[in-house]
């Protein structure tokens, strides 16, 4: 009787897969925890940040993406970082949509060392990690306008669905055993 409730809110729940990376989505990757191919790698010196014309001194990784781009980590010499996802399979309609939204479109990336073909590019900010090699890696991750990033890429996955149909289950099962309980005490 106990397990009704719970098997009705796992059928409702719905599996959450790995998919293939779209060309219509940007890559999913962060300068945290980098994945992929490092392609480059320069232990100090000074830099450039794409959108930015500043010069930057401190340390560059550059890591392949495959055919969904790059992704560039620098880590400054003050522990400041920027992220910068390097997308190069996006939708040529959206540019224009996309650029609104603050990416920076490129027409060539081998003026920034990457293959030369267009690029959408977005900077994002985080602070490096000086016991980590490099300086990759990180407590927090913000976006330029300061926005806390996590809650809603942890979101974006899936798991909240989860989460709340078990949160719900757990509650129809602690209400139902609670209605036995007074029922059978009263008799």
Not at 121 to 132: F, P
């Amino acid at each position: 009787m106990f397990s009704i409730p719970l098997s009705i809110a796992l059928f409702l729940s719905r599996p959450v897969y790995a998919q293939e990376q779209s060309s219509a989505v940007p890559p999913q990757a962060t300068c945290i925890t980098p994945q992929g191919e490092k392609i480059a790698s320069y232990q100090n010196g000074t830099h450039g940040i794409v959108g930015d014309s500043n010069n930057f001194v401190g340390r560059d990784d550059v890591y392949s993406l495959g055919e969904a781009g790059a992704l560039q980590c620098f880590c400054a010499t003050d522990g400041s970082g920027v992220e910068t996802i390097w997308w190069s399979s996006f939708p040529q309609d959206r540019v224009d949509e996309l650029t609104a939204s603050g990416w920076i479109f490129v027409p060539n990336g081998s003026l920034w060392g990457l293959a030369a073909k267009p690029y959408l590019a977005k900077n994002t900010r985080y602070l490096c990690s000086s016991d980590i090699t490099g300086g990759v890696g990180g407590s927090s991750t913000t976006n330029q306008s300061g926005q806390i990033l996590g809650a809603s890429t942890l979101a974006a996955t899936g798991g909240k669905g989860v989460l709340l149909t078990l949160m719900f289950g757990s509650f129809s099962l602690l209400m139902f055993g609670l209605l036995l309980k007074f029922r059978f005490t009263k008799n």
